[in-house]
């Protein structure tokens, strides 16, 4: 991969890639990542920041999208409300049965067209066909899987089953009390498309594995974030 520049600006690249990986990495602001900065001497404004962010997150989303193996065929789909410039809006997600965030999509509707784009967006950019699709009880999935001819793979209303992509929504949650809600419907997508591959990165589900194998996630998670923003 080519590696990004970071030329024509006035902090050093190490400082660039901590404060990014301070932002997508926890749930922070701009201003405490500003903050943890301060503290180690370095005097950067959270609006620079916020550039940064803009500017770097979805180029370094892409990276990490490209280094992740091939997620699991059986897909969970569920959606979300989010208010976004004061507007109810919807996110629809789908993420595989190990919490992996498959594909994102803000939209206004909560209707077929909206689950169809979603499907469709799925379809085109994961590299492994679905054997199954779970989702709640809307009935707008059932009529877009028709359209698709996919319904021989639906398994829908299964809330126990869909508990996997309903936890997948608390990190989106936390982040969104933390930024006080998202201002537009561009740059939550923006966001939120580069947190997940940033989340996937780093979701290492602790609670299953034991120390060393804890210790060996945690050097490769790192190891392809340092690739990612090198």
């Known amino acids: 991969m080519k590696p990004i520049s970071f030329k024509r600006h006035r902090f050093p690249a190490d400082v660039i890639r901590h404060a990014l990986w301070l932002f997508f990495r926890f749930s922070l602001s701009f201003r405490d990542v500003e903050e943890l900065l301060a503290q180690r001497g370095i005097e950067v404004s959270y609006e620079t920041i916020r550039c940064w962010t803009i500017k770097f997150g979805p180029l370094i989303a892409r990276r990490l999208k490209r ?4 997620p699991s065929p059986r897909w969970h789909l569920d959606e979300m409300i989010c208010w976004i410039g004061g507007k109810r809006m919807y996110l629809w997600r789908a993420v595989d049965d190990e919490g992996e965030v498959l594909d994102l999509v803000v939209q206004r509707r909560r209707d ?8 469709r967006r799925l379809l085109h950019n994961q590299t492994i066909d679905p054997e199954t699709i779970t989702t709640d009880g809307l009935a707008s999935y059932g009529a877009a899987l028709d359209q698709l001819d996919l319904r021989h793979l ?20 936390r ?28 979701n290492i589900q602790r609670h299953l594995i034991s120390r060393p194998t804890l210790r060996r996630f945690r050097a490769d998670s790192a190891s392809a974030w340092a690739a990612a923003v090198a």
């Open 67 to 70: 280094r992740r193996p091939a």
């Open 112 to 119: 077929t067209e909206a689950a169809l784009r979603l499907l």
């Open 154 to 173: 639906h398994r829908p209303g299964r809330l126990r089953e869909n508990n996997r992509a309903e936890n997948s929504h608390l990190p989106i949650r």
């Open 175 to 202: 982040r969104e009390r933390q930024q006080k809600r998202f201002k537009s419907q561009a740059s939550a997508q923006r966001f939120l498309t580069t947190h997940a591959a940033i989340y996937n990165t780093f």
